[in-house]
């Protein structure tokens, strides 16, 4: 009822607004009417169950900017642009951009665009997206696509006291490929789409800032090798010699602004030090923490052979868990391990490698890039969302009939008056001891979530075997909810400080990262 009134608002704000504002701001307020009607039974995961038997053909599928059509309201010429032909270039920020694709057959496609990021306000890109005139889910209702970004100048500027100062945070025009996925990282593919046989318009229409796209993709994401693959494709020799050593707070690019360096004064190791100057020696923390958040560091290696990699880290964001990063070389993942390397719990700075795995690196210029990911926690975040809603849904038709401050002495007959309460608890109460136990699997303790989960769900017995419980628990249960979602949103959270890397050759040691 309530999001119907808000909606009800929002409706009459557009029809006055359509008289008053531009086009593509009232059409950004329609969206976002949409979104709140079709937020819960739109999702992404309903989606995707739906087409869950529908195949992934393997071919690709690319229309040239040339093939679209803008909108009247949207700045927009067509043409080369820095070193590509037939490219859409979008001056403005405003309108929409439609591209024409013909799909051979029935299949679920992901799509990525081809685009320049050129200088803008800094922060991401945003537009919606649209199949065939509709959000195919809710989340199409605003999706970004990153910008890349530098420090200015090439050595942090000190104050007339000696401390160094933060630089100044520069975006880099630059052509990018990026696939529309989810930014939460919930899902570790990028969205698939599903596609009929025929004809097909894709539609972007601008929130933020312009662009140039050179094409739009429907493609497969490339299949990862496993580790013994990739071995045994690779012919390389063991080496040993001396570190590359890369300062972490001194990456070549990064995706977001806020991943600026930090001074550390917790340890002497910490490079640079200083027991009184302010040093910028370290990057990340709690702000780089979610998948949008690349950073990428160039590097020189002196010959070819087999290398391993070491981080000299310090990760206490996520008591008693590990937060992953997935790591690129030369911008992919060189094989399947790689996609998930973890970084456990620690209060002092300690050392993250990447174990026995030998990758071979050839002499010359490369590149490391590092993305939180949430792989290994994604199902049981996704899952506890699940319970969440069900919960929230549950309290909200309760509190229909009692009110947020039920009579104590007064029978609301709950299971009766809400078909389905019963069942609900049921099916929830199965859902969290199945994922208090799959929590223990991934830390091998019962942490601070099992005492939660475990009061939740003694409360949800209670509810079960009497409903005269429901009325007299519901501020505790209200109360249990908020705490379930904060916990989910923790988990979430991925970040992770550094401050160096070790591009060491498989034969020798990694250098100290403790002090003694």
Not at 76 to 100: H, K, L, M, P, Q
Not at 233 to 256: C, F, Q, R, W, Y
Not at 311 to 318: D, E, G, I, T, V
């Amino acid at each position: 009822m309530k999001i119907r009134k808000v909606s009800c608002v929002l409706l009459i704000f557009i029809l006055l607004a359509g008289m008053l504002l531009p086009v593509h701001l009232v059409q950004a307020a329609e969206d976002t009417v949409n979104a709140s009607l079709t937020s819960e039974k739109n999702s992404y995961l309903e989606y995707l169950k739906k087409y869950s038997d529908v195949s992934c053909p393997d071919n690709t599928i690319e229309v040239f900017g040339t093939g679209a059509v803008a909108s009247d309201d949207a700045d927009v010429t067509f043409g080369e642009y820095e070193g590509r032909s037939d490219c859409v270039i979008w001056n403005n920020g405003a309108g929409e951009v439609s591209f024409t694709v013909n799909v051979p057959s029935d299949g679920r496609y992901c799509i990525g665009l081809n685009y320049f990021s050129v200088s803008g306000k800094g922060s991401s890109i945003e537009y919606s997206l649209f199949v065939d005139g509709v959000h195919p889910f809710s989340d199409c209702a605003s999706i970004s696509f990153p910008r890349y970004y530098e420090y200015a100048g090439d050595k942090f500027l000190r104050d007339s006291n000696d401390n160094e100062l933060r630089p100044e945070q520069v975006d880099v025009p630059m052509w990018c490929f990026s696939p529309i996925l989810d930014e939460e990282g919930l899902y570790v593919e990028p969205y698939s789409f599903f596609f009929s046989a025929g004809s097909h318009t894709i539609t972007l229409r601008a929130l933020r800032d312009g662009i140039v796209i050179s094409s739009l993709v429907l493609y497969q994401p490339e299949k990862v090798i496993g580790y013994d693959d990739y071995a045994a494709d690779v012919n390389g020799t063991e080496i040993t010699g001396d570190t590359v050593i890369i300062e972490a707070e001194k990456p070549s690019l990064k995706t977001s602004p806020v991943l600026y360096p930090n001074a550390d004064r917790s340890d002497a190791l910490t490079s640079t030090s200083h027991p009184v100057k302010t040093r910028l020696n370290t990057i990340g923390g709690g702000n780089w923490a979610y998948r949008t958040q690349q950073i990428i560091w160039d590097f020189e290696i002196p010959e070819d052979g087999y290398y391993k990699i070491g981080f000299r880290y310090k990760q206490n964001f996520l008591r008693g868990m590990s937060t992953y990063r997935e790591i690129q070389i030369d911008g992919k993942v060189p094989f399947a391990e790689l996609s998930v390397v973890d970084f456990p719990y620690t209060s002092s700075w300690d050392l993250a490698d990447t174990g026995e795995y030998r990758i071979y690196l050839t002499k010359g210029k490369h590149s490391i890039t590092l993305t939180p990911t949430l792989s290994v926690t994604a199902d049981i975040v996704l899952r506890t969302n699940e319970c969440i809603e069900k919960l929230n849904d549950a309290y909200s038709q309760i509190i229909s009939i009692t009110g947020t401050t039920p009579d104590m002495w007064r029978n609301y007959y709950l299971h009766e008056s809400i078909p389905g309460l019963k069942s609900t608890f049921k099916e929830v109460y199965k859902e969290l001891l199945s994922i208090s136990d799959d929590m223990y699997e991934i830390t091998g303790t019962r942490g601070s979530e099992a005492s939660l989960i475990d009061r939740i769900c003694k409360q949800l017995k209670k509810f079960i075997k009497s409903q005269d419980a429901v009325s007299e628990q519901l501020e505790s249960f209200h109360s249990n909810i908020s705490s379930l979602s904060s916990w989910s949103l923790n988990l979430q959270n991925q970040g992770l400080l550094l401050d160096r890397i070790f591009i060491t050759p498989y034969g020798s040691e990694f250098p100290e990262v403790k002090t003694s």
